[in-house]
């Protein structure tokens, strides 16, 4: 379990052997204070993301916010982790001087049951705000019992359980997420045969299902267009290849994939060994290994959505209901749907 906290003047002060007095003097720009000293301690401010505090209430009664996050670690999404780390950071870095921290710990996605520990291991510690994000629904079932009787208020991020109206969700709808996809690959294409692979994780995700339902119900617009049978289980890269090398070769009338494994830079890869980049590509998301296959068209388009910006909005949600008793009416948050196309990249 990883606790994020904002650093004090103390902390940093210790940190790179400066007084505190003399970097409130940096701070405020009063007294005299040398180049190399006002240069050492403005590097470290950048570095510790140390912004003056706005609420003297709060650091004057000492309170402190508290705020779990139990999220999951993924093979097939490994980028997940690292987009919402980013919003958790951010969110320190707007609220750690109003007293924010946050209690962190990611599971494996194949591992739900440590999910349940660690939201038990944080209730004992206190804890009673959750930012979850979750794997199972039989877990989280079980999870949100537990946290109902212990009158907690819970963030689901980036996947609801809409049989639980008391909790927020963050996050897409699915659903139509899928169906953008299949106006953009519609769209695109006149003709032919879509291929759809679908990584091993779909069993338990429900939004990878919600996205393909989306998908294939919005391709009945297209009669044209064949869907060839779905393949599923993939997630292992090796066999992702290997699944997309068999299908351009057996298929002559394939036009377009539709890619559920997400893992992108496969498959672009594999089409640029082919020699196929007249096969359109549409996926989910943006991460650095398939920015440079965006670029140059490999991958013709991506249905994004700023994952980074929802986990800082799940934690801003909870942490101003806790300091500023500011509630939200409106239990469901969805984040924009953006296409991502080589023309736009450069914006994202």
């Known amino acids: 379990m990883e606790t994020v906290s904002r650093m004090t003047l103390e902390e940093i002060a210790k940190e790179i052997g400066i007084s505190r007095t003399t970097i409130y003097k940096v701070i405020n720009n009063k ?7 006002s240069r050492i301690v403005n590097d470290a401010l950048k570095k510790y993301n140390y912004v003056e505090n706005r609420n003297a209430r709060n650091l004057a009664m000492n309170k402190q916010y508290t705020i779990g996050y139990v999220g999951f670690k993924s093979k097939s999404a490994n980028y997940f982790t690292t987009e ?23 599971f494996d996605v194949e591992k739900p049951e440590e999910q349940l520990s660690a939201v038990k291991e944080m209730l004992a510690q206190g804890v009673t705000e959750f930012v979850l994000a979750y794997s199972r629904t039989e877990t989280i079932q079980k999870i949100l019992q537990m946290l109902r009787q212990a009158q907690a208020r819970v963030v ?47 069993k338990t995700n429900t939004d990878i299902l919600a996205r393909l339902q989306g998908f294939m119900d919005k391709m009945e617009e297209y009669p044209d267009i064949t869907l060839l049978p779905i393949a599923y289980g993939l997630i292992e890269e090796d066999v992702i290849e290997s699944a997309v090398r068999t299908c351009i070769t057996k298929e002559s009338s394939l036009v377009g994939i539709f890619d559920l494994t997400y893992r992108l830079d496969v498959i672009a890869r594999v089409l640029g060994d082919m020699n ?15 920015r440079s296959y965006v670029e140059d068209s490999s991958i013709d388009a991506v249905v994004y959505q700023d994952l980074s910006y929802q986990a800082y909005r799940a934690v801003k949600i909870l942490f101003n209901e806790m300091c500023y008793d500011k509630r939200k009416e409106e239990r469901k948050h969805y984040a924009k749907l ?6 736009n990249i450069q914006y994202f």
């Open 31 to 37: 007294g005299y204070v040398s180049e190399e000293t």
């Open 84 to 106: 919402i780390g980013k919003g958790l950071k951010r969110a320190v870095k707007e609220f750690g001087d109003d007293g924010l921290t946050l209690l962190i710990s990611e």
């Open 156 to 202: 689901l991020l980036s996947r609801d359980y809409p049989e639980d109206e008391d909790c927020y969700y963050v996050g897409v709808d699915y659903y139509k997420s899928g169906r953008l996809a299949a106006e953009l690959m519609g769209k695109s294409v006149q003709g032919g045969s879509i291929y759809i692979p679908v990584t091993e994780e779909y």
């Open 276 to 290: 196929r980049k007249d096969i359109r590509l549409v996926g989910f998301d943006l991460f650095e290994e398939i």
């Open 338 to 343: 953006e296409i991502i196309m080589k023309e």
